[in-house]
């Protein structure tokens, strides 16, 4: 059995520090509790209602008050994916998504806003991995003298081979050797950098964290304003689960009627089509979460942050490894009095593939001051379903592919399968699917496609 002095010796020899084995330690052998203790599921149950706060309930906020609460926050973009996703190298937050402008620039253009409006001095921190320091701190020279940018960098940590739990020879896989840890890695990064005691020093008291490629996610001082009045230490932000988000992590009750957050990877094989339902579980955590930072710091100094492990499993040029990961949300039920408030679902856009860019790039959306905003023209509640093909998946077909973004303010459900293409100024209404196995399918310019199945190639005179 390997036993930890192994995986350490391998570990120095590939010249990681003291510190990051000490880490590594800590959650190797928190893996291998949970694995003496796993999770009871016919025990979990879903928190009572009233342990998750509406957020239609909340107090509303004065301009004045805005600016006082404003001046003791700064913003966290959880900055580590590469955009290999959509077929692109490099950090997914330099992606372009909308009228020439990067979530990058989104961002930054949002704080910028903020500040200007109010009159204060909000600092944007990006936690960036290994796979993205180097291009990130590129990228953000430009915008050195209009925004405070400060960056920190998250562990790596190595691989594990299944079979043996060793960790995988550098000599023979490079990079590939290591990952990082999950967003549940920023609380011992940003204490370890010295970004935290730097933030306190500035008078800083709340931080707002969110993934980079949530374009829905912004400061909101009414939430703020909660974690203020009533000395809220962590708040993590909720919505309604739909047919898009059945993998999302849930919050569940435990034993001593605390939140915990649950990851899918943590599900029995056997119950994770009843996890993916929202018969059982109705909300899903959208990674947009709200800490104290003294509470913060008093944590890490005692050493009390226990986050669960999760074991999440890949393949290097086919060897099975293992990662252990942890979630930033799993630090919920470690803050005595912790809370989840139930957010309306346009605080969560994530664009994890092209089927999300399309919905951001369309008229459903408007951007102001680098927010992202539902077009109020769109008469239905949600959005549509959008399932792009593999033709589309990267960056490069889907732009070759869609000439300009259709008009879907009218759009239910969009599939497209096969070789297809879409012509310019299209306007797509209802429900329609597009399905081309040989051949190549191309739609005319200027086309109306409402509630229509079309197979094969098709002619102008056909629509």
Known sequence: MTTFKQIEQIMTEQGSTAAQINLFEA??????EQLEDPIQWSQL??????????????????????????????????NGGLGTSMGCVGPKSAIEVKNGQSFLDLIVSQIQSLNA??????????????????????????????????????????RLRKDSLLPLSVAKFGNQSFYPPGHGDFYQSIGGTGILERLLSEGKKYLFIANADNLGASVDVKILKLMKDKAVPFIMEVTSKTRADVKG??????????????????????????????????????????????ELKKKLETNSLHLDVIVNQKTVDRLPVIQLETALGSGINNFDGGLAVQVPRSRFVPIKKTDDLLLVQSNLFIFKDGILMKNPERQFEGLPLI???????????????????PDILELDLLTVVGNVYFGDNMTLR???ILVCEDGELHLPDRSLIENKVMTGQIKLGEL
């Open 249 to 294: 992590g849930t919050l569940i009750k435990t034993e001593n009627q605390t939140l915990r957050l649950l990851e899918i990877a943590q599900v029995p094989r056997e119950y994770q089509e009843t996890f993916k339902s929202v018969k059982k579980f109705k909300i899903f955590n959208t990674n947009n979460i709200w800490i104290d930072l003294h």
């Open 45 to 78: 149950t879903s928190p009572a209602a009233e342990s998750i706060l509406a957020y239609n309930q909340l107090d509303s906020v004065s301009e004045d008050e805005s600016r006082s609460l404003l001046s003791e926050l700064a913003v966290c973009r959880l």
């Open 387 to 405: 399932r792009l093909g593999e033709n589309f998946q990267s960056i490069e077909d889907y732009q070759q592919r869609i000439q300009s973004i």
């Open 430 to 432: 209802g429900n329609v």
């Open 117 to 158: 409006k109010y009159d204060v001095d909000v600092p944007l921190l990006l936690m960036n991995s290994f796979n993205t320091d180097t291009d990130t701190e590129k990228i953000i020279k430009k915008y050195n003298e209009r925004l405070l940018i400060m960056t920190f960098l998250q562990n790596q940590f190595p």
């Open 27 to 32: 959650l190797y052998r928190r893996h291998l």
